[in-house]
């Protein structure tokens, strides 16, 4: 990376190729980083999460991005037991995920319910959602996206078991896909290191 940039920023010299090369580059960077989220053992740092303005945060930052908007209806989804920092990446996995699949005249919702010490959190889309096929196919390194990694879901749902919590992957009526993700309010009974397969 670092001589493409110096060969871009040298007079005369093949700044278009130099570019290619530096965005590759870059491209095999963040796949290794997201490789090395995935598979690195992961602690917990446990503490009260809003997680009301963890979701309006993550949906307003991605909807910076190119895309449909997000309507956020979570006011029931109150105050968990949780690490802040990785629930913040598996919910922001689920809601870049629902945009890239709505489209761009598409919507995505997300909401929450809470209920003997559960509280539910979905994220559903209108786009053209998921078969039954490719619902029980879901594991690492598997995706329907053109150039995708298929470990976005894969992170969060290792993500979600961390906090002995449940991701359940559904349809959205009458068209699209939902991802529901419940969590113990008062936090995983265990806290623990993540599982290693």
Same mark, same amino acid.
């Given at each position: 990376?670092?001589?493409?940039?110096?060969?871009?920023?040298?007079?005369?010299?093949?700044?278009?190729?130099?570019?290619?090369?530096?965005?590759?580059?870059?491209?095999?960077?963040?796949?290794?980083?997201?490789?090395?989220?995935?598979?690195?053992?992961?602690?917990?740092?446990?503490?009260?999460?809003?997680?009301?303005?963890?979701?309006?945060?993550?949906?307003?930052?991605?909807?910076? /991005?190119?895309?449909?908007?997000?309507?956020?209806?979570?006011?029931?989804?109150?105050?968990?037991?949780?690490?802040?920092?990785?629930?913040?990446?598996?919910?922001?996995?689920?809601?870049?995920?629902? /945009?890239?699949?709505?489209?761009?005249?598409?919507?995505?919702?997300?909401?929450?319910?809470?209920?003997?010490?559960?509280?539910?959190?979905?994220?559903?889309?209108?786009?053209?959602?998921?078969?039954?096929?490719?619902?029980?196919?879901?594991?690492?390194?598997?995706?329907?996206?053109?150039?995708?990694?298929?470990?976005?879901?894969?992170?969060?749902?290792?993500?979600?078991?961390?906090?002995?919590?449940?991701?359940?992957?559904?349809? /959205?009526?009458?068209?699209?896909?939902?991802?529901?993700?419940?969590?113990?309010?008062?936090?995983?009974?265990?806290?623990?290191?993540?599982?290693?397969?």
């Amino acid at each position: 990376v670092g001589y493409a940039r110096l060969i871009e920023n040298t007079p005369g010299a093949d700044a278009a190729s130099a570019r290619s090369i530096r965005e590759e580059c870059e491209t095999l960077e963040a796949i290794i980083r997201r490789f090395m989220d995935f598979v690195k053992r992961e602690t917990l740092a446990l503490g009260p999460v809003d997680l009301v303005r963890m979701l309006d945060r993550v949906s307003e930052r991605e909807s910076r /991005r190119p895309g449909p908007p997000v309507s956020v209806d979570a006011a029931a989804a109150g105050v968990i037991a949780a690490d802040d920092g990785l629930l913040e990446r598996a919910f922001e996995n689920l809601v870049r995920n629902a /945009r890239e699949a709505a489209g761009p005249s598409g919507g995505v919702w997300v909401t929450a319910v809470r209920d003997a010490g559960w509280v539910a959190v979905t994220v559903a889309d209108d786009g053209p959602g998921m078969t039954p096929a490719t619902r029980a196919a879901v594991r690492p390194f598997f995706t329907t996206k053109a150039g995708g990694l298929g470990l976005g879901l894969a992170i969060t749902l290792k993500i979600v078991r961390l906090h002995d919590g449940h991701l359940t992957l559904g349809e /959205r009526s009458p068209r699209g896909a939902s991802v529901t993700v419940r969590l113990p309010i008062a936090g995983p009974a265990a806290p623990a290191a993540a599982p290693t397969s």
